[in-house]
């Protein structure tokens, strides 16, 4: 069966979607399991996949567009129009690896900012399709940092939060014009 929704890869005039930045409340809430994937969770999917190649993405939870659902779209490889995206509901990391490694990690709800984040390099991880069945996806390097970014924006987490570096990340935000009252440091 192919996937319903594909989209192109291009940069739209104006995303159908609005992405929230870092201070918005609506980044720090808890996002609610999806019970029925039917076509308005794939138009969500599609919507989303156009929002995050407008913006130069390579992964976009729902929340970020204000949507409290446990959707993320990801495309490692945006540029690639062969790559298919992935899109998980209901994603749940059920393992990790030992290795841990620091990556700079960049986010669209906060524009400019990137930071270095120590995250397990490996997971596995489970989650519905774009038609409710149900998958396992074990992943490494970029996709395993996105999909764990991505996941994180489910619980209200934000890559900010995980930053060990206080002073730079506060330099950075400064920089960008946010601020660090809004980072709630992840432990």
Do not use: W
């Not at 609610?32 to 130069?56: G, H, N, P, W």
């Amino acid at each position: 069966m192919t996937s319903s929704v594909l989209v192109e890869k291009i940069k739209l005039d104006r995303p159908p979607l609005d992405i929230h930045t870092l201070g918005d409340r609506v980044l720090r809430t808890n996002a609610k399991r999806i019970s029925k994937v039917d076509e308005s969770i794939r138009q969500l999917a599609k919507e989303m996949l156009q929002t995050m190649y407008t913006s130069d993405g390579i992964g976009l939870a729902a929340p970020q567009v204000a949507i409290g659902k446990q959707m993320v779209v990801i495309d490692c490889d945006p540029e690639e129009p062969a790559n298919v995206p992935l899109i998980l509901i209901n994603p749940t990391i059920k393992s990790y690896g030992r290795d841990i490694c620091t990556y700079q990690e960049g986010c669209l709800s906060v524009p400019g900012v990137y930071m270095d984040v120590k995250r397990p390099d490996a997971i596995q991880v489970s989650y519905k399709d774009e038609y409710g069945r149900p998958k396992t996806l074990k992943a490494d390097g970029l996709l395993s940092r996105a999909i764990q970014h991505e996941l994180d924006h489910l619980q209200g987490v934000m890559f900010v939060d995980r930053v060990e570096n206080a002073i730079a990340l506060n330099e950075e935000l400064k920089k960008f014009g946010f601020s660090n009252q809004d980072v709630k440091p992840y432990s």
